[in-house]
């Protein structure tokens, strides 16, 4: 079995959480490099020393000529059934046949997939996403992965997908969007169908946070916030700065009801490393922050009548976050730094 091969936090996972100083300090940071990084996204992106990226590089390298052959793709590579391969999200799929824990990777090749999944989430994260990849496909290894391009030559991407799971890195291949593309989470900790308050689920706590928000709101904001039908989970692609987003909009709210929907972002991405975290702040940032955003709520599915709603999106220009809670926990995530970036799900 693969276990994991980090014993202390990494430089890039120091705390479980960030302010809503830092992560507006971040949102700064991040938005003056996006011009950098656009301009130089035809050369091959640094790799950093210690990153997921460089154990990708390594990966790639140590794969043979088969090995090749069924798992990396050009960096534009279209499957015939699923579209731009490099793009495509999920909630239960498998990106190439090939499972990690399996003779088609030797044990060295094992244990750089984990040192990238692990590079790619937050320390104190690792063990909990090993809980739920225990809970929905028997634990990590029954995975599969894919890289497109060729690291340290140009464009590249790492992709593990399987069941509730779409996670990515690049580099910054893709400097207009975050986490290398959309991304998929999910869990069902207690079975298909999870009871009243989602014991044992990993996220469950971000519905909590967001619905927190709905409690701060008066009668006439919840009256704007709540809606009777949720959208597609998967319909997550931009609508735009002139788009028509549901629920009550970010800039409707009072300060302090602004500063908890500020806590429940940062509740979203802290299970992830911080480049990611940071390039999260930088989109939004480039789409006119929060204020931009709406949040909504859902009666459809909502479980024990005790108005914690199950269903909840945070939707702005070039932002989408779809928290569907029932029968258990999806979540779809597509963030840009601009509205013209395509979904393929």
């Known amino acids: 079995m693969i276990g994991r091969t980090s014993a202390g936090p990494r430089p890039d996972s120091a705390r479980h959480a960030i302010s809503r100083r830092e992560f507006m300090q971040s949102a700064a940071a991040a938005s003056a490099a996006i011009g950098v990084c656009s301009s130089a996204a035809s050369a091959a992106p640094a790799i950093a020393d210690g990153s997921a990226e460089a154990a990708v590089k390594r990966l790639y390298e140590a794969l043979s000529p088969e090995q090749r052959r069924q798992v990396c ?9 699923r579209g731009l391969l490099r793009t495509r999200v999920a909630a239960n799929w498998h990106v190439t046949a090939p499972r990690v824990r399996s003779e088609f990777y030797t044990p060295a090749q094992q244990r750089l997939v984990r040192e990238i999944f692990e590079a790619l989430i937050q320390h104190d994260w690792i063990a909990r996403f090993d809980k739920q990849l225990r809970d929905d496909a028997g634990g990590f290894g029954n995975q599969s992965i894919a890289i497109f391009g060729v690291p340290g ?3 590249f991407q790492f992709v593990i997908t399987g069941r509730h799971i779409t996670l990515r890195c690049d580099g910054g291949s893709a400097p207009e969007v975050a986490f290398g593309g959309p ?4 869990h ?3 079975g298909f169908t999870e009871k009243v308050g989602h ?7 971000q519905a909590v946070a967001a619905n927190t928000v709905f409690g701060m709101l008066d009668g006439k904001q919840q009256q704007m916030a709540l809606l009777k039908t949720a959208p597609a989970e998967s319909a997550v692609g931009f609508q735009g700065r002139e788009g028509k987003f549901s629920g009550i909009p970010v800039s409707a709210l009072s300060a302090d009801q602004k500063a908890h929907v500020a806590t429940v ?3 979203l991405i802290e299970p992830y490393r911080q480049s990611d975290r940071d390039r999260v702040a930088g989109c939004l940032k480039a789409q006119g922050g929060l204020e931009r955003c709406a949040l909504a709520f859902y009666e459809e599915g909502a ?15 070039a932002f989408a976050w779809h ?9 779809w995530v597509h963030v840009a730094d601009n509205p013209a970036v395509k979904l393929n799900a």
Do not use: C, M
Request: proline share 6%; hydrophobic share 40%.
């Open 199 to 205: 014991p044992g689920n990993i996220f469950w706590h």
């Open 183 to 186: 991304i998929f989470y999910g």
């Open 323 to 331: 928290f569907r809670g029932v029968p258990h926990v999806h979540t």
């Open 153 to 155: 030559a140009g464009k």
């Open 73 to 81: 793709f050009a960096w534009e590579h279209v499957d015939q059934e």
């Open 188 to 190: 069902a900790a207690s």
């Open 265 to 267: 972002l940062e509740k």
């Open 303 to 317: 479980l024990g009548g005790n108005r914690v709603w199950d269903i909840w999106r945070l939707e702005g220009p």
